[in-house]
């Protein structure tokens, strides 16, 4: 395969092409909950998207974004992906947020990726905000983890560990080698935001793409984290007494 001759220059450390346990869990306390993706010696989970609405004001999901009254719902699934390995921002195609519903890599499981729709079903204008949180990790996976958040069409938000003299993981652009140069946002906390506040207007609608990988060239990507398992949660929260 040629990703796998792409990839043979790497250090040893690099190739975690097993990752065993490797469960993502998208909870929602108010609107989304995503959850029990398992790879690599478990038995693979689906990820399930559901809404827990409030009075007078309540939101919709829908794989497809029509909405029409076959395709609404308060649940959502997402089959998981078997054998996850290291990855890179390289092999996350520019146009993965286009399209609908799962869109994980089946050949090289290099990367999860869904797309669902989410409306508000309101009568009044909604704000709400976002956090997404680290339930449950071992082997320190969750320093080489890469969480993508992409809104609509606007630019991707990147989240990660910093690094361990406390600055942002980066990659920087490299011509002779497979690198494609982000930025990141880096998180300390175990629970941290995602979108400190977004406004919905009636009816309107947002799409969003949650994409989520093992970092191949950051240095705690090693293979001390094989085995390792990690739970996430992504919680929308509506912003009660804005309207």
């Known amino acids: 395969m040629i990703q796998q001759k ?5 250090p040893l450390r690099l190739f975690l092409k097993k990752i065993s346990g490797f469960v993502i869990t998208i909870t929602g ?37 029509g909405f029409a009254a ?11 992906i078997n ?26 499981n290099m990367y999860f990726a869904y797309t669902f729709f989410l409306k ?4 009044v204008s909604v704000s709400y905000s976002a956090t997404i949180s680290i339930d449950r ?26 690094r361990s003299d406390g600055t942002p993981e980066t990659l920087e652009d490299n011509e002779s080698a497979i690198k494609k140069g982000y930025s990141t946002v880096p998180f300390t906390e175990n629970e941290f935001s995602a979108i400190n506040q977004k406004v919905m207007e009636i009816d309107q ?21 094989v085995g390792g398992n990690l739970e996430i949660s992504m919680t929308f929260k509506i912003i009660e007494g804005d309207e």
């Not at 076959?70 to 998981?80: E, H, I, Q, V, Y």
């Not at 508000?120 to 009568?123: E, V, W």
């Not at 990790?137 to 910093?162: C, F, G, L, S």
């Open 83 to 108: 054998d996850i390995r290291d990855s890179t921002f390289y092999y996350i195609p520019e146009d993965i947020h286009e399209g609908e519903g799962l869109k994980s890599d089946k050949k090289g």
């Open 205 to 225: 609608i947002q799409k969003y793409t949650v994409v989520i990988w093992i970092e191949g060239w950051d240095a705690d990507c090693t293979d001390a984290i």
């Open 70 to 80: 076959s395709d609404a719902s308060t649940m959502l699934a997402a089959r998981g």
């Open 120 to 123: 508000n079903a309101s009568d």
């Open 137 to 162: 990790q071992t082997k320190n996976i969750d320093k080489a983890v890469r969480i993508m958040i992409i809104v609509d069409d606007e630019d991707p938000v990147i989240y990660a560990r910093p």
């Open 29 to 65: 306390v108010l609107i989304v909950i995503l959850s029990g993706l398992s790879y690599y010696g478990n038995s693979v989970g689906d990820m399930v998207v559901s809404i827990d609405n409030i009075i007078n004001r309540s939101l919709s999901l829908s794989e497809t974004g």
């Open 6 to 10: 792409l990839l043979k220059p790497w």
